[in-house]
């Protein structure tokens, strides 16, 4: 039976936990093989494990700081001498909001380097050295990962918001950039999501009711709900899908 990414490779960043990890488990499901990121390789190659058990030997598990371009490219070579070619690019790997998320005058300048380099700058670099091996294989498809806080804001994670801001722009020059090569870039932009960086929010049963009150579902949504969008956006089924923001919030920003 046909996969939906049969035959192709991806590069998914941040694979060990939360998004990334459900990314991971639902792109190699459908087919990919995939070069799998991220700097907590302890947990990565765990999960690997349990993939490699079930589908065999199609993936590479990789430590990799999307801050380092060094990482990058000895990712993006390892990768190719495995797999021979980069189909799909998901820059999902970033730095969240915590419970001690500074707002914009408690912010440092240290703060502010930090989400902007992992959250946007990481984004940037994945495409500096990916997109020479797409246009090499005639095109390919690469996710952003930004946030609904691109679109309405969050009080209280100023640095946060404009990181996953400067995401969503850079996605909207990029793909005007690279259309013409047959390489879309569209980014997904999550709202409130159970992951591992969600847990001072879930723990607090206040703070977890008032959110799931602007939820018009009524509840937060689960990893796989951002994985699935994502396999959409990677496979063929897309192919005329470039420059979109996918919204992934169970209708909070349809409330304002």
Not at 110 to 126: Q, V
Not at 197 to 210: C, E, H, I, P, V
């Amino acid at each position: 039976m046909s996969k939906r990414l049969n035959d192709k490779v991806a590069l998914i960043t941040g694979a060990a936990s939360g998004q990334g990890a459900a990314e991971l488990a639902l792109f190699v499901k459908e087919g990919a093989k995939v070069i799998a990121t991220d700097v907590n390789t302890k947990l990565l190659n765990q999960h690997v494990a349990d993939l490699t058990k079930e589908y065999g030997d199609v993936v590479l598990p990789l430590k990799l700081d999307v801050k380092k371009e060094e990482d990058w490219v000895e990712a993006v070579a390892q990768g190719l001498k495995k797999f021979k070619k980069i189909d799909i690019l998901v820059n999902n790997a970033g730095i969240g909001i915590t419970d001690n998320t500074s707002g914009l005058t408690d912010s440092t300048v240290e703060d502010w380097h930090l989400f902007m380099d992992t959250n946007a700058m990481g984004h940037f670099l994945g495409m500096k050295h990916v997109v020479p091996e797409m246009k090499k294989i005639g095109g390919g498809s690469i996710i952003n990962i930004s946030s609904l806080a691109s679109v309405q804001g969050i009080a209280g994670a100023s640095p946060y918001t404009a990181s996953k801001g400067a995401s969503r722009a850079f996605t909207k020059g990029a793909a005007r950039d690279l259309g013409k090569y047959n390489i879309r870039v569209n980014s997904v932009l999550p709202g409130w999501i159970v992951t591992p960086m969600m847990q001072a929010f879930t723990l607090n049963k206040a703070l977890l009711d008032s959110l799931i009150a602007g939820i018009p579902l009524g509840h937060l949504g689960d990893p796989e709900d951002v994985a699935y969008p994502v396999l959409f956006l990677a496979s063929d089924e897309a192919k005329y899908v470039n420059g979109a923001e996918l919204i992934v919030d169970g209708g909070q920003s349809v409330r304002g």
